[in-house]
């Protein structure tokens, strides 16, 4: 998803290349040109981070950046955690760059990237694992609690509403013979 | 340029909230405007930071650093040994008034 909106970014004439890195720094996307290194990538996750913190903190809370320099444009912009720069010439369209990548910074969100793809993967293997119904009967009962295990399962199997529906209405009753 | 003019014959720029000059160890040389020195504060800093970030793709020093916020944009404007920070409303036409204010 994240890439279909970084390419729509890059499709705007001017624009050389863009990149989104997190509130830590850690880059997530890469669409940057060939020529700029990405051991450097440290170094100006970090400036650009250090530039919104200090602005942040001392000014007043800016969340898009236009550094002019000759030869290029760098734009910066903030959202939802995300930070996306773009790289272009002079002659891009500031109101097309600033729609498509609006559209970028609204769909980009960190839950989607990088970190928490993590998190979550690690979720689905613990929780089988955790939960001890599911897993000590499978291991334990493999010598003699098979037909404990079975029963579960058949349980499981034989779960279907209507059983279990005919099974209930008994002990009211006898309930409500004991009650009066 | 089209700009009006206040009774002293100065010109009045629409948008434009303050402007500030500071030299490279942040010292005011000269403010004007309420929120001017607030963005003395970060001017040399946002320069500096800005060439550098610059120096990552290889490009040369900053010409003009806009930092865009919700009521308002701060432009520096680095100058032989200064930096000049202008502070305009967020709906100000800078890449009009700019050029102005810079000539004057």
Redesign the interface.
Known sequence: MSDKFVKNILDVPGVEGVCVFDQEGRLIVNELPS??VEE??D??SR??L??YE??DE???????????????W?F?RRSNGVFLLV?ALSTVNRVSLKMVSNLALKHIKPSKLGSAPKPIASKPLTPPGNPPPAATPVQEPSPQPAAPAEPAQEEAETEPAARKRAVRPRPKRSYRGSNY | MGFTEDALGTPQFPGLLGMIECDEAGNILHSEGDDAEALGQVLVFMHQISDLIGESFGLDGLEEGHFIGKHMTAVCVPRGGSDLGVLFESKANISEILPSILEG
Do not use: G, H, M
Not at chain 1, 58 to 72: A, G, H, I, M, T
């Open positions: 020529f700029f450097l990538f170094d100006l400036r650009a250090s530039l200090t602005v001392n000014f007043v809370p800016c969340d898009d950046y236009l550094l002019k320099y000759s030869e290029r760098i910066l790289l």
